[in-house]
């Protein structure tokens, strides 16, 4: 009852977040009272609940991934679970990229904006990919949580964790204590929570009044073609999977991670929800920590699927805008372009945008298409990071499923 009442009042905020953004929005006359007073104190509000969810990650994904490799007790079955996690995650990307395209080749987004271009776009040096791997392991790992870097925080939770289980006795203190430390967090998170209803208004009106409807009207078909794109994709490929692996219906798996999609929606980013995350998948279908807390932080880093089938849209309308014919040999090569994108961008507002530049360059399109992306790209942002986030709880349904967990029903 608690928990349904908390939902609608986020669903609430929601809402009336889009109806007061667009009155308040930029067709109306400029009123001293609203951008001086009303205007910023929303933005306040919608600030430090962002504040508040970036100030549970790095506590909670620490402790509670050494308790949980520690609670898997069993080296070999950690390795399983991170190679069945690898594995589909890296599937379900390239999946959502394919759709992504065919949402691009239905709805033709660019055709007949025929803008002139510098085709000879610069390549725009992307890090050396010795550099990419290099910066997984840390360097000094107190320096990794102050800088809240997400895969050197994993690797070392994992040999922590390892660890404790190799340290017999006394390490099994230590993971007691993080397990006490991570049950705490989660009640943070709870605590945290409470406040959604009025974050969530405060961010979507801010993002509502900034951008009005007017603005929305010649994206119409790439802003349909993402979010059709990512409905198709949670509907066909993550329903799917829950039905036939986990045997549960694709209602009670929508319903279960309603919040953290809703959380998604709003802040734009899957680090900033991964507190969220974690809470549902653990309170609403009983997955366990040590299946959790390595599947979830892993994906909020890496798996992106509503980031790679945008960048699969995008790629095609900026083609399509500056008149480049798109070659099946190119479309090719955007699904793998795509796929290591999505794993580097940063589950942070905005990162797909950049990430959407080393795409475009590495098949020959005009980076000038970023510019056409980016005034709509807060809108697109929230539909990739909601289903960034649908897609990181559903791996994790799954492999707690195919790990022999029964899950809540
Ligand atoms: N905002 C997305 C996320 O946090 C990343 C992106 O910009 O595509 O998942």
Redesign the pocket.
């Known amino acids: 009852m608690k928990r349904v009442s908390l939902l609608v009042k986020i669903s609430i905020g929601f809402v009336l977040g889009i109806i007061f953004g667009f009155a308040i929005g930029p067709t109306v006359p400029n009123s001293e009272i609203l951008s001086v007073y009303v205007i910023p104190f929303i933005d306040l509000v919608g600030k430090i609940f962002l504040r508040l969810l970036m100030m549970l990650i790095v506590p909670l994904v620490f402790s509670s991934l050494v308790a949980g490799a520690a609670s898997v007790g069993d080296i070999h079955k950690l390795g399983r679970i991170g190679i069945k996690t690898l594995v589909l995650y890296l599937l379900t990307t390239a999946v959502a990229i394919i759709i992504g395209l065919a949402c691009g080749n239905l709805f033709n987004p660019g055709v007949g904006m025929n803008i002139p271009g510098d085709i000879q776009a610069t390549s725009k040096a992307a890090k050396p990919l010795v550099d990419v791997i290099l910066d997984i392991f840390p360097t000094n790992p107190i320096a990794s949580m102050v800088n809240a870097n997400m895969l050197q925080i994993i690797v070392f939770a994992l040999f922590f964790g390892v660890a404790c289980i190799l340290a017999g006795e006394r390490g099994r203190k230590i993971a007691d204590f993080f397990e006490s430390i991570a049950e705490v967090m989660y009640k943070v998170t709870h605590i945290v929570m409470n406040v959604a209803p009025y974050g969530v208004f405060a961010l979507i009106t801010v993002t509502a009044a900034k951008f009005g409807i007017a603005i929305l009207a010649p994206f119409v078909k790439v802003i349909a073609a993402v979010f059709i794109g990512c409905i198709i994709h949670a509907l066909i490929v993550y329903s799917g999977m829950i039905t036939v692996i986990c045997r549960r219906s694709p209602k009670w798996f929508f319903k279960g991670i309603d919040e953290a999609a809703i959380t998604a929606f709003v802040t734009?980013?899957?680090?900033g929800t991964l507190p969220v995350t974690l809470a549902n998948v653990r309170d609403e279908f009983g997955i366990s920590e040590g299946v959790s807390s390595f599947v979830l932080p892993l994906g909020a880093t890496i798996n992106?699927d509503g980031?790679a089938l945008?960048q699969g849209v995008c790629a095609l309308f900026v083609a399509q805008a500056f008149n480049v014919p798109m070659t099946l040999s190119m479309q090719i090569g955007i699904v793998v372009t795509a796929t290591l994108a999505s794993i580097g961008?940063a589950?942070?507002?905005?990162?797909?945008?950049i990430m959407l530049t080393m795409v475009l360059t590495s098949v020959g399109l005009p980076i000038e298409g970023i510019a056409l992306v980016a005034g709509i790209d807060v809108i697109l942002?929230s539909a990739?990071?909601c289903l960034?986030v649908i897609g990181d709880t559903a791996v994790c349904a799954v492999v707690a499923a195919t790990e022999g967990e029964t899950l809540k029903s």
Do not use: E, K
């Open positions: 734009r980013s899957s680090s992106m980031t945008y961008t589950g942070v507002p905005g990162a797909g945008l942002d990739r990071t960034n």
